[in-house]
């Protein structure tokens, strides 16, 4: 069964330190991997989009692959208490060959950011 | 441009009932997929349309829940008889078709509370 992990947390930094969330897959051919952002009761928000080895830099966020580790991290930079959310990790599956871009998530990691 | 819409954001039915949620996607958007999160596990997959057409289903827990997309454009997901297992937060999520970005938008939910 494909999964996805994730710490659950909670992780806890200070106001303007770096938060850095990490996420380990199962299936070796996944190709597409996503950081999504989720508040309380609201929809989850995407952050970050990954597709090949390497970091991806946007902004504050920075999202790292390494596929042979099948290994996915976020980190945030200069955290705020705005960032305190549950982040999900996603990942989509080797293409099925049906044409299904189905995602796989973890459970995510509740990020609470300490003024 | 508007997200992706869910209706209605809560429902609270008794076991045996039916409810039908509703999903409108992004205009334009082909892929049309439903997620659904039960308390403490990870969100999963249901189903994903493209258009009119069920692509994948493989996530639909059994013959009670019935998704459909007529016309292609919103979809309904109607379950029938309710059990108390079916009680989850349902997400929506769309995503264009024939481009290179695999992301998905996601709806804000409709929470199902099944008594």
């Known amino acids: 069964q494909k999964e996805v992990e994730q710490n659950s947390g909670p992780l806890s930094v200070p106001e303007g330190a770096i938060a850095s969330l990490n996420c380990t897959y199962s299936?070796?051919?996944?190709?597409?991997f996503f950081w999504y952002r989720q508040y309380s009761g609201k929809s989850p928000e995407l952050i970050m989009s990954i597709y090949s080895n390497g970091d991806k830099e946007d902004g504050r966020f920075t999202a790292q692959l390494n596929k042979a580790s099948q290994y996915v991290s976020l980190l945030i930079r200069d955290s705020q208490p705005s960032d305190s959310a549950t982040y999900l990790c996603a990942v989509n599956p080797a293409y099925s060959g049906a044409g299904s871009y189905q995602l796989t998530f973890g459970k995510g990691t509740k990020l609470s950011v300490i003024p | 441009e508007a997200g992706v819409t869910q209706f209605p954001s809560h429902s609270v039915i008794e076991k045996g009932q039916t409810v039908t949620l509703r999903c409108d996607p992004i205009?334009?958007?082909?892929?049309l997929y439903w997620y659904r999160r039960v308390m403490g596990k990870e969100i999963k997959f249901l189903l994903h349309?493209?258009?009119?057409?069920?692509?994948?289903e493989s996530g639909m827990p059994n013959n009670r829940f019935l998704a459909e997309r007529t016309g292609g454009t919103y979809s309904t997901l109607k379950v029938q008889p309710a059990e108390l297992e079916d009680s989850g937060v349902y997400f929506c999520?769309?995503?264009?078709?024939?481009?290179?970005?695999?992301?998905?938008?996601f709806g804000p939910g409709t929470r199902l509370t099944v008594l």
């Open positions: 299936d070796r051919g996944s190709q597409s």
């Open positions: 349309f493209v258009k009119e057409s069920k692509q994948d």
């Open positions: 999520a769309s995503s264009p078709r024939g481009t290179l970005d695999y992301t998905q938008y």
């Open positions: 205009s334009g958007h082909d892929n």
